[in-house]
Nanobody
């Protein structure tokens, strides 16, 4: 069973917007720490945004600050990533991931630390 499932990816032009969704198959998979990662072709996976429920905080990679926003709808078991002012360098496969029982939830946390992950959704930004 897939614990998390991303949706909302697609193709847009530079300057466009997309909203990605990450829906958990059960409330238990909406972890204390929920994150968005991305991996562009030929590049390493990188953390984009980390939402720490306990602290009510979200940290963002410098490359997306001011353009991307995370929100969470607990009733729908869904985490969102609102992406504005998209650039070609934002083109990547985007993954969400969740982790329970942690006190560290910010940029720098590794993808492999997260036991629950989605299969990803592709975002393509054309110039």
């Amino acid at each position: 069973q897939t614990q998390l499932a991303e949706s909302g990816g697609g193709s847009v032009q530079t300057g466009g917007s997309l909203r990605l969704s990450c829906t958990a198959s059960a409330p238990t998979y909406m972890g204390v720490c929920m994150a968005w990662f991305r991996q562009a072709a030929g590049k390493e996976r990188e953390g984009v945004a980390f939402h720490f429920t306990n602290a009510g905080t979200t940290s963002y990679a410098d490359s997306v600050k001011g353009r991307f926003t995370v929100s969470r709808d607990t009733a729908k078991n869904t985490l969102y990533l609102e992406m504005n002012s998209l650039k070609p360098e934002d083109t990547a496969m985007y993954y969400c991931a969740a982790l329970r029982n942690t006190v560290w939830c910010e940029i720098g946390r590794a993808y492999n630390d997260f036991p629950w992950r989605g299969p990803g959704t592709q975002v393509t930004v054309s110039s």
